[in-house]
């Protein structure tokens, strides 16, 4: 498999603290690859470091094949990479539909995007149904359907997305778990950053587990699952 995106030897740094400290991860063109560990184990730096948003104190970060690390995340963006933030971070007095014209600011076919509001309607009828109401006034499972919306208006090579389970019901993770699996039967690239480690395995070809800042384990999600050490510690298998 042809990797699209590659983290070699990274690594990231909070004043004195080493957050996330010389890790490589491979991300092949088509891939769910899922990273998981505790709170505090580098997993969201990771994104952010993919996206631009924290600089590397060490190592490369290539998107097929070129070096993106250091440039401006509007550059990654454009360069794309779409980043589906933790806690959704929609735009609360913004409509539904500014908000999705918001992950599409640097594209210039019209045509074309309006090809993809019809997509984002079709994929997320919910949004549809309110897309002249403001985003702050949707239910959490609604504003993460609209942020993954916007970040699919940009059409992006590999999706990052952080926690898109978190805080949400059972029946509306289930929602956003098919809508996962339904963007890899298109092909689509993702890094997936999830707390819930059962949840991440199930979606993703291949993991990796993080304990502060290092990767302590990866391989197929599938090994990952039967690990004594993941099902103990992360599965909660006694």
Do not use: W
Request: one cysteine or more.
């Amino acid at each position: 498999m042809n990797l699209l995106l590659e983290l070699d030897n990274i690594s990231v740094r909070y004043r004195k603290i080493e957050a996330v400290k010389g890790i490589s991860i491979g991300v092949g063109e088509g891939e769910i690859v899922t990273l998981i560990g505790a709170n505090g184990a580098g997993k969201s730096t990771t994104l952010r470091a993919i996206s631009g948003l924290e600089r590397l104190s060490g190592g490369e970060i290539r998107l097929g094949g070129k070096r993106i690390d250091g440039a401006s995340p509007e550059r990654i963006a454009g360069l794309g990479i779409a980043h589906v933030p933790e806690g959704r971070r929609v735009f609360p007095m913004m409509t539904v539909r500014e908000n999705l014209e918001m992950g599409a600011y640097l594209r210039k076919d019209a045509a074309a995007l309006r090809a993809d509001f019809d997509d984002i309607f079709r994929r997320f009828p919910r949004l549809q149904e309110r897309a002249n109401q403001l985003a702050g006034t949707l239910s959490g499972g609604e504003q993460q359907m609209l942020a993954m919306g916007r970040a699919l208006m940009s059409r992006p090579d590999v999706i990052l997305m952080d926690e898109p389970s978190l805080g949400l019901s059972p029946i509306m993770c289930r929602e956003i778990a098919r809508i996962i699996r339904t963007l890899h039967t298109e092909k689509r690239t993702i890094v997936l950053v999830e707390q819930n480690a059962r949840l991440a395995l199930a979606l993703a070809q291949k993991g990796f587990v993080m304990e502060t800042g290092r990767i302590v384990l990866e391989g197929p999600a599938a090994e990952l699952r039967e690990n004594d050490k993941v099902q103990h510690t992360y599965l909660g298998v006694a």
